[in-house]
């Protein structure tokens, strides 16, 4: 970078791998430490993913000294960890925008790189990955050779013991990296951390396989006449002191643990675990935000960092409510409060305990509380059986990961009618992580269970009044809120609002007859507010009402509606098909020919991935689901100017 105000003399010779694989094993050290330094440097500049990347400089480093990746393969977990494998690559340049619009993705991306393989922000799937490739690979006459790195949290996800064991059957040529540094984004938790956390405690063991039968041919008396049974008492000794008893017992060869920033010691253990058989699973310490002055002590809050200062794009804006507090903590708050009052409630996590609002939770109600780490299919069936033995537990996943527990939702939650809350936070576009955690797919894909009702709220007094109806309930519920602010000044006292009852919506603002009427849902009610105001500039009075529950709409009102104005918008932060305006549209295939409808226009999300943008609000904005996109609409409709 040319902008940059440190020194990189060796970084600054290094275009792409084959200049790592050139350099001298004298040099990695200090192409380790200008790396480091360029990414403390350069991403609390611009923002993102930093913890988990200060912790892999080294090995990455290793990696690309010993493979050559333009044949060999390598997939990165969730990818949160590709910082350094990004600069390595000869992406350097794209550090400046990194995660903002048209900028550098956070995650690798195929699209960017014929080094990224694919375009992963879930955890727990590159051993699947890499062990089809691996499959795949092993039909040539050289192989390439096939690397998962895995972190030792997304490794407690079902899906990668699934592929262990069946990798560990088919016996294929593969290496497992398992980036041990004892922390998803929070702490890791679970049976398998401790177990990891033993070996890390005991480093003494790492040789004592080498020496078991030293010591048993050492035994006075016995030892010599042991040579007939030694190979089995050796294992059963081994085993009770030697690392990687579970991995092995899979069929996987155990390699570890080993110093994951000894840049030197990596470089020889992976020359010599390349040359090795079957599947290998090689152990690696590491510390999550090495380098960082806060990282020693607060590595969960170095996980990710927020920008020095992100530039607003120039665009027009129809100015929306002042911004309250975050929906997540309107959430965290009114699920403390429903706590206290109501001793059957508990709060279920799968590893994001600050990012869901459960941090408080957590430390009032610790016997309520339960983080299950990365285990969405777990945390969903775990909290069925809650309910089934008289619970009301509140599932709190982002909704983008609940996709990951569909199965359990249907099978253990919906099909069983039991009280089951799912309360999916970053619904909708989220902005600088893209297309990996965009929450835009959950209406879809739960609309179509029979006994879920879904809600979204609109500001801080109707997520409390919501969350309070969907436990009440003796069935399952689903409550979606965005990464967004609540508006600051809510539309009506509390006193003055409608009862929260599935099925029933709110008219906020009325409208002419033969007009516009617009149906939003979520916090997109305050953008049809906005637009609102501004069309009653003009003259034109807009109708807004607030949905608040997709499934079951408020068919009686909306007929009434569909009946009395000529246009009715629907707007949604989810994709178009299947989502909210799908759930109006099916209202009016149902309603008697010849009662002169409206025509309903849908506003959402189009049929392809959305990309990460600075903020969810210019996503918005790029699709026109703000206030200055409905601000058009109404005017095409109305025989105004054109829709942009």
């Keep these: 970078m040319t902008d940059t105000s440190t020194s990189y003399p060796l970084l600054d010779q290094i275009s792409g791998p084959e200049d790592v694989r050139a350099l001298g094993a004298e040099q990695l050290g200090t192409l380790s430490a200008e790396v480091r330094a360029f990414l403390l440097e350069s991403v609390q500049k611009t923002g993102g993913h930093l913890g988990s990347n200060l912790g892999v400089v080294e090995l990455t480093v290793a990696l690309h000294h010993v493979y050559n990746f333009k044949r060999d393969r390598i997939i990165f977990d969730v990818s949160h960890q590709s910082y350094p494998h990004k600069l390595l690559t000869g992406r350097r340049e794209g550090f400046k925008n990194l995660r903002r619009t048209g900028g550098m993705c956070g995650f690798t991306n195929p699209h960017e790189s014929e080094y990224d393989l694919f375009h992963t922000g879930h955890a727990g799937t590159s051993i699947s990955l890499g062990l089809g490739m691996a499959v795949a690979a092993g039909r040539e006459k050289v192989p390439p050779h096939v690397v998962s790195m895995i972190g030792d949290a997304a490794l407690g996800a079902g899906v990668a013991f699934e592929a262990l064991n069946h990798a560990g059957a088919l016996g294929a040529r593969m290496l497992v990296i398992l980036n041990d540094n004892e922390w998803s984004i929070s702490q890791s938790v679970g049976a398998l951390s401790r177990y990891l956390t033993r070996i890390r405690s005991m480093r003494f063991v790492q040789r004592a396989g080498h020496e078991t039968k030293k010591l048993i041919h050492a035994m006075p008396v016995i030892g010599p006449k042991l040579d007939k049974t030694l190979d089995d008492l050796g294992e059963v000794v081994r085993h009770m002191v030697v690392p990687g008893h579970v991995f092995e017992e899979l069929g996987v060869r155990y390699v570890g643990p080993v110093d994951g920033h000894d840049v030197d010691g990596l470089v020889e253990t992976l020359q010599r675990v390349r040359n090795l058989e079957g599947v290998v699973v090689l152990h690696v310490l590491t510390e999550k935000g090495k380098g960082h002055p806060d990282g020693p002590l607060h590595p969960e809050r170095v996980h990710a960092v927020k920008p020095r200062k992100v530039e607003s794009p120039k665009a027009e804006v129809v100015p929306s409510a002042p911004q309250g507090v975050p929906f997540t903590k309107a959430f965290g708050d009114a699920l403390n409060g429903l706590a206290e009052r109501d001793l ?76 089951v809350v799912l309360a999916l936070d970053r619904a909708g576009p989220v902005g600088q992580d893209g297309a990996t955690h965009n929450g835009v797919f959950d209406l879809a894909y739960l609309r179509t269970l029979p006994n879920m009702v879904i809600g979204s709220p609109r500001d801080a007094t109707d997520t409390r009044r919501m969350l309070e109806s969907l436990v009440a309930r003796d069935a399952p519920g689903a409550m979606r809120f965005p990464r967004a602010n609540c508006p600051a000044q809510e539309t009506l006292p509390e006193a003055e609002r409608r009862p929260m009852e599935p099925g029933k919506a709110e008219v906020l603002r009325e409208g002419e007859p033969g007009g516009v009427a617009i149906w939003a849902l979520g916090h997109l009610v305050s953008e049809a507010l906005a637009a609102a105001e501004v069309m009653a500039q003009e003259g034109v009075q807009v109708a807004v009402i607030d949905a608040r529950f997709v499934k079951p709409l408020d068919e009686e009102l909306l007929a009434a509606h569909l009946r009395a104005f000529r246009n009715v918008i629907t707007i949604e932060a989810h994709q178009r ?34 990309d990460h943008a600075t903020t969810p609000e210019e996503q918005l904005r790029q699709v026109g689901l703000d206030g200055a996109g409905l601000v058009r609409q109404v005017r095409a409709l109305l025989g105004g100017s054109r829709v942009k």
């Design 344 to 419: 059957r409630v508990h709060a279920v996590t799968a590893a994001m305990v600050g990012g869901t609002g459960l941090t408080e939770f957590s430390e009032r109600y610790p016997s309520r509380f339960h983080d299950t780490g990365i285990t969405e299919q777990h945390a969903i069936g775990f909290c069925a059986g809650l309910a089934k033995a008289g619970l009301r537990p509140v599932a709190a996943i982002y909704s983008t990961f609940l996709q990951r527990g569909y199965d359990q939702v249907f099978q253990e939650v919906a099909l069983q009618n039991l009280p």
């Design 577 to 610: 098909m299947g989502g909210f305006g799908s759930a109006v549209l099916e209202v009016a295939s149902r309603l008697p020919e010849g009662d002169g409808l409206a025509r309903v226009r849908i506003l959402g999300l189009p049929d392809r991935y959305l």
